[in-house]
């Protein structure tokens, strides 16, 4: 993301606005271009030249900001390292003890050359097998304006080889594979990120955001638990009004509650808000309002208003919920596809509200004549999440929510008293009509106009 001294923003009537750029206007396409061949042009080059290269394209062009936050968000998709053929801390330690033994080293004016600093060099670099100008730029190899770009995007410079510990904002959330193919660093990539990260940019100081979506649910929500995020949710209805019940919900309205809401403001915690953002532009439809601590008057807690939604035409580079979370769902969708029941397998993206957390169950079973049953999977999972997932299924306590469950977990029907009769039990696989069977007994008649 941007740093706080790159954001970019305005305040008019009470309303903070982020100030977008026209990802159409030529000039910003052409300083986009070239800070990407800049970046591309020094692989294998050290992050002090990097950054000297882009200070001159700063100079030459009067938006400062826009060309040192486009630069950012270029950096964020780097990767540096300390590049030597020996650890420079042991280089230091090797030329420091030889060079007290032969202290003091001076130039002297009628030597014309320091052959005694030479010398120095030449005796270390042959002690450790190396050559002698791997000697002299290993010595401060690891400071930081000398550690090299070994990839930027998807590229990597000549004789690095590339591991899965990424730590780009984009692999933090992104499918590593589809995030860095060989188009994703464009001009129009950059263009439209920044304006996303000015959006970002504003939240940092949130002391709450209120969310709401009408599809995505489950990506949406994974999200706001991902980050951490303290929430409230309540179903709304496609103009946005908090109706009684889920069944009927069209969306869900979120109340994130922010930094400067707890007790001492953390800006990580505004961090996190800000990281989630990009979330939501993986829905078709979305809005969000925050209240933001406004700086000049912090010491009276005035806010002001942000406001942004599906219109504003931001795009993500987050990665939306795969189709299914295992092969046991996969393996049970294809058998539905080939049975005969009136039944309909749904992937699920209702939302149930457990306080500090949500739980998001893995299938719907809808049938023509208005009935429904909430489907979760407990599969393959550790000791710990287990019990978490125990624990998020007695909380629901939904009365049309049936359950299947692995023999292969170290469970028994001890751990769901009060709903053991609403459980299936499989080794390997699910029959559909046992679950058919489930849901005949417990489905509850709901609205068909979702």
């Not at 580079?317 to 393996?331: K, N, P, V």
């Amino acid at each position: 993301m941007l740093t706080a001294d790159l954001a970019r923003s305005r305040t008019r009537d009470r309303y903070i606005e982020p100030l977008f750029i026209d990802t159409d206007d030529q000039q910003y396409r052409e300083t986009a271009s070239e800070l990407i061949d800049i970046f591309e042009a020094h692989l294998g080059e050290s992050k002090g030249e990097l950054e000297s290269t882009i200070d001159e394209l700063t100079v030459a062009d009067t938006d400062y900001k826009i060309v040192q936050g486009l630069a950012k968000l270029l950096q964020d998709e780097c990767e540096f390292e300390t590049v030597a053929p020996v650890e420079p801390r042991e280089i230091r330690q090797l030329l420091f003890e030889k060079a007290n033994d032969s202290y003091p080293i001076v130039r002297h004016p009628t030597l014309g050359e320091d052959t005694q600093k030479l010398e120095v060099y030449s005796s270390i670099a042959d002690q450790l097998g190396i050559t002698l100008e791997e000697c002299y730029r290993g010595m401060y190899a690891d400071l930081e304006e000398n550690k090299r770009l070994v990839r930027f995007g998807h590229r990597v410079s000549d004789g690095y080889e590339e591991t899965d510990n990424s730590p780009t904002t984009t692999r933090l959330t992104g499918d590593s594979e589809e995030s860095y193919a060989e188009d994703t660093i464009t001009v129009d990539w950059l263009l439209t990120r920044y304006n996303l990260a000015l959006a970002q940019a504003v939240l940092y100081d949130a002391t709450e955001m209120q969310i709401r979506v009408w599809d995505s649910f489950a990506t949406v929500f994974s999200y706001v638990k991902l980050f951490g995020l303290m929430h409230r949710i309540y179903p709304i209805d496609r103009n946005g009004n908090r109706v009684a019940s889920t069944d009927v919900a069209e969306g869900y309205e979120a109340i994130l509650d922010g930094a400067a809401s707890l007790f001492s403001k953390s800006r990580k915690y505004g961090i996190r808000m800000a990281n989630f953002l990009p979330a939501l532009p993986l829905c078709d439809r979305w809005d969000v309002e925050a209240d933001i601590l406004d700086d000049e008057s912090a010491s009276t807690g005035r806010t002001l208003s942000f406001e942004l939604d599906h219109t504003d035409d931001l795009s993500s580079h987050y990665s939306a919920q795969g189709e299914f979370d295992s092969d046991i769902e996969r393996t049970l969708a294809q058998k539905w596809e080939r049975a005969n029941t009136d039944w309909e397998l749904r992937r699920e993206d209702d939302v149930l509200d457990l306080g500090a957390e949500v739980m998001l169950p893995d299938f719907a079973l809808e049938h023509p004549d208005g009935r429904r049953a909430l489907f979760e999977i407990v599969g393959f999972w550790t000791p710990e999440y287990l019990d978490e997932k125990l624990a998020k299924i007695r909380d629901a306590d939904r009365e049309n929510l049936i359950i299947a469950v692995s023999e292969r977990l170290d469970c028994s029907s001890e751990d769901f008293e009060g709903m053991d009769d609403r459980v299936l039990w499989f080794k390997t696989g699910m029959h559909v009509y046992e679950v058919v069977e489930l849901a005949e007994e417990y489905a509850v008649e709901v609205s068909l106009h979702r």
